[in-house]
């Protein structure tokens, strides 16, 4: 099979802010009960990415993880991540791949996935998207040769994870 596409660029500073997880495929990191998850991107002064993924567990409560992304190569398209401690991102084969593969012109949606085709990601700036748009978006990621059959797609009620939510954190 041939290696799965992305974006031809990335506008970093247009693309970050938070994003809502419409769907995904399993993840052995984030339960399938989760809920009202979002990713919130920003730029740290060496560069990277700063990442904070956030949600509510199974149980009601309020989790997160926080991570860093790096670019790969000039477009901006393909990233690596790591959330593990800083002291430890310097031991290999620890980071993720995180690769832009559809885009909206507006950076309002986006679809995400690995060049192994095991993860996968749909990502909006607003908790919903029209059935339309993400019907576009998951034809892409199969036609890129993603298996659909397990996809998760996770419950909104509008709640978003505060800081003062986080107390152990």
């Not at 992304?69 to 002291?87: E, I, M, S």
């Not at 012109?105 to 679809?111: C, K």
Request: hydrophobic share 35%; net charge negative; proline share 6%.
């Amino acid at each position: 099979m041939s290696e799965i596409e992305t974006i031809p660029t990335l506008d970093l500073n247009r693309y970050l802010g938070r994003w809502h997880e419409i769907c995904r495929l399993p993840l052995r990191w984030e339960g399938e009960a989760a809920t009202d998850i979002t990713a919130t991107y920003s730029l740290k002064e060496d560069g990277k990415v700063r990442v904070d993924n956030r949600c509510f567990d199974k149980d009601g409560q309020a989790t997160r993880a926080l991570g860093e992304a790096t670019p790969v190569d000039d477009t901006n398209a393909r990233l690596k991540v790591t959330f593990l401690p800083k002291g430890l991102r310097w031991l290999p084969f620890t980071d993720g791949d995180y690769w832009v593969l559809k885009l909206d012109p507006n950076y309002q949606v986006s679809l995400v996935g690995t060049p192994n085709r095991k993860h996968l990601w749909l990502l909006s700036r607003d908790f919903s998207l029209p059935p339309e748009i993400r019907g576009a978006y998951l034809a892409e990621a199969q036609r890129q040769g993603f298996d659909l059959a397990d996809l998760i797609t996770p419950q909104h009620t509008g709640r978003v994870v505060r800081d003062e939510m986080l107390a152990n954190d």
